[in-house]
């Protein structure tokens, strides 16, 4: 079932993995679980905040939803980057392009399939490099109410 925004209700994929209750609630769509999937084509994507560059975030996931973690996709322009002071913990996934990514301690090039882990606390900075790039990320907790 597709529903734009809401994702893609799963039931069939509960697996053999859960037990039989959260199987059923999963395949009955009751209780309080909610197993949803999400593609690029669901995301709306808005400027990332306090950011003039062409850097641009799309929340699936949020504390709109209850969630305790935000999950999205980024999309970077070429040759653009930004630097933050982590305020969450982010787990990124490069999907298209590459990033240059540097902290205090190093700088790492990271392209398709590369994921990135960014403390709370650590300086970043994240470039883009010339054809751009995709990336899909998990951040606890949000990282709108932590900015």
């Not at 039989?20 to 197993?35: A, H, L």
């Not at 240059?100 to 301690?105: A, L, P, V, W």
């Not at 403390?119 to 606890?140: Q, R, S, W």
């Amino acid at each position: 079932m597709r529903s734009s925004g809401q994702g893609h209700e799963t039931a069939g994929g509960a697996g053999p993995f859960f037990p039989k209750s959260v199987k059923r609630d999963i395949m009955q769509g009751s209780g309080e679980m909610k197993v949803r999937t999400y593609t690029i084509e669901d995301a709306s994507f808005e400027r990332s905040p306090d950011q003039d560059c062409d850097v641009f975030t799309a929340n699936l996931v949020d504390e709109r939803h209850g969630a305790p973690v935000t999950i999205g996709y980024g999309r970077y322009g070429p040759n653009q980057s930004l630097t933050e002071k982590m305020a969450v913990d982010d787990v990124m996934i490069v999907l298209e392009g590459s990033l240059q990514i540097t902290s205090d301690e190093r700088t790492d090039l990271v392209g398709p399939g590369g994921i990135v882990h960014m403390p709370k606390g650590e300086a970043v900075t994240i470039k883009a490099m010339d054809e751009g790039a995709v990336t899909a990320y998990v951040t606890y907790p949000h990282w709108r109410e932590a900015r």
